[in-house]
């Protein structure tokens, strides 16, 4: 007897219905991201952030004092462990399946993010790359701004359901679409 396995997004009863063309103001849930929490050992902080971004296809979001999250939308997770393991003076901790990976883009993104979040999301006090820790709905996740107008949410599986109903909420009068990214 074989055992198949199949791997379901945690939001996939969430979005079924959601497959209306998408408005300027969008949720997209990303399907199967790499998601790597990394730790630098004491002394080697400045040694693994600058291996961290020599990585191709990866973003490395800041966390804490020697802690990033390195996520990738095109690497494996296999292909990720491998590049991050070369990295002396770092632990490596997949968090593949244990977190989701929300982007929420579109003219009014702040005005909906305000809403969520105790932060100022003004582009010169948070500017594209900047990324950290912060409660998101009052849930724990890390926030990043990946583009002008583009946000990228790293989330708790175990809490993603209750930030997407919190945030389709807050989008509402914006007319916020929601549905599984493309790529």
């Known amino acids: 007897m074989s055992l198949t396995l199949f791997h379901q997004h945690v939001l996939e009863d969430h979005l079924s219905g959601f497959e209306a063309k998408a408005n300027p103001n969008h949720l997209a849930a990303i399907r199967r991201p790499a998601i790597f929490s990394v730790l630098a050992h004491r002394g080697h902080e400045v040694f693994v952030k600058s291996g961290l971004a020599s990585i191709e296809g990866v973003q490395v979001r800041d966390c804490a004092p020697g802690e990033w999250l390195v996520v990738s939308t095109g690497l494996g997770a296999?292909?990720?462990?491998?590049?991050?393991?070369?990295?002396?003076?770092?632990?490596?901790?997949?968090?593949?399946?244990?977190?989701?990976?929300?982007?929420?883009?579109?003219?009014?993104?702040?005005?909906?993010?305000?809403?969520?979040?105790?932060?100022?999301?003004?582009?010169?006090?948070?500017?594209?790359?900047?990324?950290?820790?912060?409660?998101?709905?009052?849930?724990?996740?890390?926030?990043?701004?990946?583009?002008?107008?583009?946000?990228?949410?790293?989330?708790?599986?175990?809490?993603?359901?209750?930030?997407?109903?919190?945030?389709?909420?807050?989008?509402?009068?914006?007319?916020?679409?929601?549905?599984?990214?493309?790529?």
């Open 78 to 183: 296999v292909v990720m462990e491998n590049t991050l393991a070369e990295i002396a003076g770092a632990s490596v901790i997949d968090q593949s399946d244990g977190r989701a990976l929300l982007r929420i883009h579109g003219p009014n993104v702040r005005r909906i993010l305000a809403k969520c979040v105790a932060v100022d999301l003004h582009p010169d006090g948070f500017a594209v790359g900047t990324s950290t820790n912060m409660l998101c709905c009052h849930v724990a996740v890390n926030l990043a701004r990946s583009g002008g107008d583009t946000f990228e949410i790293v989330v708790p599986r175990s809490f993603c359901g209750s930030v997407f109903e919190e945030i389709m909420e807050m989008g509402r009068e914006f007319a916020l679409t929601a549905a599984f990214a493309d790529s």
